[in-house]
DNA sequence: CGCCTTGTCAACCATTCGGTTGAGAAATGC
DNA sequence: GCATTTCTCAACCGAATGGTTGACAAGGCG
């Protein structure tokens, strides 16, 4: 498993169905059971991926009798974001640069170094 | 390979060298041996990484010659930032509901529906 | 031309992943 | 106490991952 906090939480959710369950949780708590429902796999399948997603620590158990109430954690979500920006914006930034040292050109559209004398 | 756009992008990202690759990549394009030369891996290594950033859209390659320069496709940010953005929007507003609600409660800490008739 | 550089393709290998089934722990409720 | 519900642990399986090495294609360059 990926030991950097970064890469957990974009592993947990590059898996659609683990989304989607992150999804329904920032509608309300809900228990595995509950989650389990509306996927064609077994309970147990489900707990694996809760597993991954509190690994990532987008989400956290507590317990109520047999119940183990599902709690999305969505301030891990800044890590990304985080990330994502960052480079984002440097991106953009290069971008820009790049365009001043167009607009900085010569109308001239002689398309490489253009080397002594005139062509014809 | 995952088959959803959004699941190849964040399972692209989920690797810290590719991480890496793309930060240095908004700074400037670079060839596959420039990518290759700051890792402790085989330039096919390197190779099969961007092959799954080009697959996931972050990653474009060109020609010159034997070179194949690598060009950063930032758009694709947009497609997880759009994601991330809506359910930490509804997170939040979830939040923000329960605080009315609590605040809505009367300061009596009475624990469950206090029905009929008082305790003492 | 032959060689060197740059990169990909193919085969292989160990590990991880997402799923299964089976067993059992923990708590409730009759 | 005992059955039931809810969930996790363990073992297993096939497919995908991240890495390797070896072969080779494509394109300058001496």
Chains 1, 2 share one sequence.
Do not use: C, N
């Amino acid at each position: 498993m990926a030991a950097d906090p970064l890469s957990r939480v974009f592993a947990a959710l590059a898996d659609p169905t683990r989304r989607d369950m992150v999804a329904r949780l920032t509608v309300a708590d809900a228990t595995v059971g509950e989650l389990a429902e509306p996927y064609d796999v077994s309970v147990q399948a489900v707990s694996k991926h809760l597993r991954v997603l509190e690994d990532a620590g987008l989400v956290s158990r507590s317990r109520d009798a047999q119940r183990r109430p599902v709690h999305l954690e969505a301030e891990v979500f800044d890590l990304m974001t985080k990330w994502i920006e960052r480079y984002r914006r440097q991106a953009e930034e290069r971008y820009r640069r790049l365009d001043d040292v167009l607009r900085a050109m010569p109308d001239d559209p002689s398309p490489t170094t253009p080397r002594e004398g005139t062509p014809s």
